[in-house]
């Protein structure tokens, strides 16, 4: 039996061949054969554990042996929205590293300040993969297109609780960590979306568009945060404050 | 007035000329000429509010107007070693990273699953350093040379606890987040040292070798991290719990 390997397969239940990718890193590169095992992730919860029926150059075909329920690992869902820096490496880098800790959807927004006004979802959906294969995630966090800022904050609905992360001293702040432990999730849900600037922040105006539409003004604690890194911290403190 | 630059100068209050390669930055690319204000940072607690009093191409002579005490934000001091990627570029980001979050010294390991045995600790220096600035750091970390894990063990003192994070189930493990949130900082010091090992995480000699010489067993919660994630989160939950 070789090592175990894991791809990922939307829809694996109903489906029974691997997608065109995965398929040619199986018989190309891991030279899979009939017979061998291996474990299918359709991010909604459920690995399978499978075996080749047929394997070409270009195809592999599985039958599934065992299903396997994945246990979720935090209450609720965290969002991040987050205004894209100029350099993508760095928006990248915390789509994978985000994706590791632990959150469930991931929005760009278009604003003021903003250095990037487009974005390719489908680099970051490959990295997000990528990484949801590697650390073993049982969801597959939702990628959505890059939107203008006042359209998403009139457009988000969550079942819980919107925050909005900004340096503006004028504008009372609480701790964004201390916010959401403490926060009475029995009454809110346990969702957090959370919005986090470009690196010359929001303007004052959105701020407070956002304030006026129910997003709570937060701060990230007291260090001096590149745009990217108070991304994964806002996902990495949401995630230490939901998790079961 | 130009826009406030910011140098990092060690001894900045007994020298009085840039850095050799801050001072080709202050006179070629920023062009600074006498009378210009700039801020120096001794990475030591220290800002300086200074003036340039000579710039030529390859000198920037300065005086010291004023002296601003930098404020602690987190008590105690949070050191973190860890075994380095093969992939250098890993190790760099997560240096940039736990610089600009906080933390007080970074180490190398040598462990017996190391896949990367020697390491460039100028160029983690030199990262350290640009995240200092950018993000206005009071005190620079230490970096130290690579060690070998069993050397490392056997010298390592602080004032509080020392911690190691480790993936196997058969030794009972602590949730790393609780245990420093919890311990009782009057008793044992706030100083907090965390071990980070390989890819294919330290041997089990290695953890018992690190209980045996008064390092605590934990981990750092359900997430299959890679290693540079797995550091850059244990300096954000000793970020959390000790900051001020």
Redesign the interface.
């Known amino acids: 039996m070789k090592e175990a390997r894991y791809f990922y397969v939307p829809n694996a239940a109903v489906e029974t061949a691997l997608p065109a990718e995965e398929a040619v890193h199986a018989t190309r590169v891991l030279r899979l054969k009939e017979g061998d095992e291996l474990f299918l992730m359709d991010g909604e919860g459920y690995f399978y554990q499978a075996e080749v029926t047929l394997a070409t150059a270009k195809k592999c075909l599985y039958a599934i042996r065992q299903t396997l329920k994945q246990e979720t ?1 935090w209450r609720g869902k965290i969002h991040l929205a987050i205004a894209p820096t100029k350099d993508m490496g760095r928006m990248e ?1 915390m789509a994978e ?1 985000a994706t ?3 959150f469930d959807e991931i929005s760009f927004l278009d604003c003021k300040f903003s250095e990037r006004k487009t974005l390719r979802t489908d680099r970051i959906e490959k990295i997000i993969i990528s990484a949801v294969k ?3 995630k049982g969801w597959k966090p939702t990628v959505n297109e890059m939107s203008p800022f006042h359209y998403f904050i009139e457009n988000c609905s969550n079942q819980g609780r919107k925050y909005i992360c900004h340096c503006y001293p004028e504008i009372a702040r609480a701790d964004f ?1 201390t916010a959401i432990s403490n926060d009475e999730s029995s009454l809110s849900g346990d969702d957090i979306t959370v919005l986090v600037g470009p690196e010359g922040d929001f303007s004052i105006d959105e701020v407070r568009y956002a304030l006026a539409h129910g997003f709570e003004s937060v701060t990230l ?6 745009t990217e ?1 108070a991304g ?2 806002a996902v ?2 949401s ?2 404050a939901r ?1 079961v």
Do not use: A, P, V
């Open positions: 690992c880098w590293k590791e800790i632990g590697q650390s073993r960590f604690g007291n260090s001096r945060l590149r890194t994964l911290s990495m403190m995630q230490l998790r």
